[in-house]
């Protein structure tokens, strides 16, 4: 068997037909509080073992973004895929909104942990060859960093990776503010 469970990580936009043509034993979601469950959550449902987070994508402490509850839930949920995975090929899908930050950073910590924290440096590149224009969550690393006592380790190839693509925080924030006005105009609307 394969030392490694497979892993994908998408976004809203991408689950509909991920799920099918994965077929993942294990599936992570992390959504915003107000966001519907998607549909595609009743395609076969007890194919797998499901965890559906609720959180905004927020890289500071507040009060509607990542906390170590959440961080602990994650790592919990990774250690049953690896559980899984020493008996059978276990196959994780993880998902957020846009499928490139709380997925990522879900991903990375469920890479971490299969890796073991020692090698977070492998985890990291692992996650930069299966994921699509990744901007992991730093504060839910830095969460998962910290319940898993790894003194930085975590935090080091991320960072490391954030200052070399400096370039693509701009971007990152552009795209964070047409959610947020998104979001404002949905709730302005009385027809949306």
């Known amino acids: 068997m394969n030392a490694r469970f497979e892993i994908r990580i998408g976004g809203l936009h991408s689950i509909g037909a991920l799920v099918p043509e994965f077929r993942p034993t294990h599936l ?67 998902h957020c909104h846009a499928g490139i930050s709380r997925s990522t950073a879900s991903a990375y910590i469920a890479l971490a942990r299969d890796f073991g924290t020692d090698r977070a440096a492998d985890a990291f590149r692992t996650l930069l060859r299966v994921a699509s224009n990744p901007w992991p969550n730093r504060r839910l690393v830095a969460l998962a960093d910290d319940a898993l006592g790894a003194k930085g380790r975590l935090l080091a190839p991320l960072d490391a990776y954030r200052e070399a693509n400096i370039d693509r925080l701009e971007s990152m924030m552009a795209y964070h503010r047409l959610l947020i006005e998104g979001a404002g105009d949905d709730r302005s609307d009385p027809a949306a």
Do not use: M, N, W
């Open 28 to 94: 992570l979601g992390i959504l915003d509080p107000p966001t519907p469950e998607p549909a595609i959550y009743d395609h076969d449902p007890d194919s797998r073992t499901t965890l559906l987070l609720r959180f905004q994508d927020i890289d500071a402490s507040q009060p509607d973004g990542p906390t170590a509850e959440h961080a602990a839930k994650i790592i919990a949920f990774a250690d049953q895929v690896r559980s899984a995975h020493a008996l059978r090929p276990a196959r994780l899908l993880v």
